[in-house]
């Protein structure tokens, strides 16, 4: 397994944070699920590691960045069945993430991907190739975040 | 199931008004930690009883609320087909409106796969569904569907963190007669709906997070088959020829278990 170089995790991590400060990650609360889970550690860093991972809990492809966005919107990527829906509002929505990640910046993190990417398989891993970038896609807990990287080899 | 008549009291003004049970509540915490012994002799019994249990099949219906910023609530409904083959077989499907989950555990490994979008990873996995909880939890931040139930009755349970714990009264869920039990720990007041007679098993269960000003709330209805169908292939993913393997962060790289 291809992992990433420390770095470039903690960059990213880095990244998520200032998405997450700035709204553009939905920055959605939610609520346990585990009766036993919650006190089962420290639960001050359950909490965190929770809610940190569950900023990306939304819907598979599209993230929805505003929340005024039509809940429904997202639900139409049921019936299409694979990886991105160009309902506009998606769209602008990606769009928006990708233009403040500025130039897709090796280590940041997005939460779903431009339109007219091409999977290329390196080492057993797979990659996303969109136009110049590079994203790896990964689980973050059971969200899938897409991270840039350099071009694998 | 005798009752205290401080319950009964409190039973009353949940029929009443919303002052009323306020007031209620604020009598019990004002009072020491105030714990019906029918209430936690039934989670323990509950809890023994799963422990039981060989293998079983689970399927459930879930809402869990997401607060958004502004404090506005939205409730995400999904279902849980849960096949558990003890000690070392696990297989849940997750279906939500946010998306689609499997999970597979066969002792040796766990794989996570994205229906929809296709994806799945794959990591090493201790031989054990006691041990796969805590793994999943602390190392990859995964949280097992229906969690609980692997928890009760076993070493992990934190039924001491219980502070107050109350018998509600008969119900029926699902046509099925239950016994309502209500309980507090700190952030979180939960009821648990208990089957009566000789399978002690959850059949509904609500959190509501309560160090949270929102207060959302988690609840499951659970329908139990204590006689699933399974072979040792339900267990252990095989991938489509078209899924694509990514990889599964480690919240802790360089430390934790394998």
């Not at chain 1, 069945?81 to 993190?109: E, F, K, L, N």
């Not at chain 2, 041990?131 to 190392?139: A, Q, T, Y």
Request: proline share 6%; hydrophobic share 40%; aromatic share 8%.
């Amino acid at each position: 397994v291809r992992m990433l170089h420390p770095i470039r995790v903690s960059t990213a991590m880095v990244v998520m944070v200032a998405l997450t400060q700035t709204g553009l990650a939905a920055q959605r609360r939610v609520a346990e699920t585990s009766v036993n889970r919650t006190t089962r550690v420290n639960r001050d860093e359950h909490v965190n590691v929770n809610r940190t991972t569950n900023v990306n809990v939304n819907r598979d492809v599209n993230v929805n960045v505003h929340r005024d966005v039509d809940v429904n919107v997202d639900r139409r990527y049921y019936g299409v069945g694979c990886c991105y829906d160009p309902h506009p509002i998606a769209t602008a929505a990606a769009v928006t993430t990708a233009a403040v990640v500025t130039a897709a910046v090796i280590g940041s993190v997005v939460h779903s991907l431009p339109p007219s990417c091409s999977v290329v398989v390196v080492g057993g891993i797979s990659y996303q190739h969109c136009g110049a970038t590079w994203y790896q896609p990964r689980f973050a807990a059971s969200s899938v975040t897409y991270v840039v990287v350099t071009a694998p080899r | 199931m005798a009752r205290t008549p401080g319950l009964t009291v409190a039973l009353i003004c949940i029929g009443l008004t919303a002052p009323c049970v306020t007031h209620a509540w604020q009598a019990t915490a004002a009072q020491p930690p105030k714990t019906d012994h029918a209430a936690t002799d039934a989670l323990n019994r509950m809890g023994a009883y799963l422990r039981t249990l060989t293998a079983f099949q689970v399927q459930s219906t879930t809402a869990r609320e997401q607060v958004l910023d502004d404090g506005q609530k939205i409730t995400i409904d999904g279902t849980v087909d849960l096949v558990v083959k003890r000690p070392n077989g696990l297989r849940a499907d997750v279906i939500t409106d946010e998306g689609s989950r499997t999970f597979f555990f066969d002792g040796r490994s766990f794989t996570i796969w994205a229906r929809i979008l296709n994806y799945y990873a794959t990591v090493p996995a201790p031989a054990t569904l006691g041990e796969l909880g805590d793994v999943l939890s602390d190392k990859y931040g995964i949280e097992l569907p229906l969690a609980d139930l692997f928890f009760w009755g076993t070493d992990k349970s934190k039924a001491g963190a219980v502070t107050a714990a109350a018998d509600v009264g008969p119900s029926q869920i699902g046509g099925v007669t239950c016994q309502h039990y209500a309980f507090r720990q700190e952030g979180l007041d939960w009821q648990v709906w208990i089957q009566n007679g000789d399978y002690p098993l959850p059949r509904k269960l609500v959190l509501t997070t309560t160090d949270d000003e929102a207060r959302p709330e988690y609840s499951t209805v659970m329908t139990w088959n204590l006689a699933p169908s399974f072979n040792d292939l339900s267990f252990t993913f095989s991938p489509p020829s078209d899924a694509l393997k990514i990889v599964l962060t480690d919240l802790k790289p360089g430390g934790g278990r394998q």
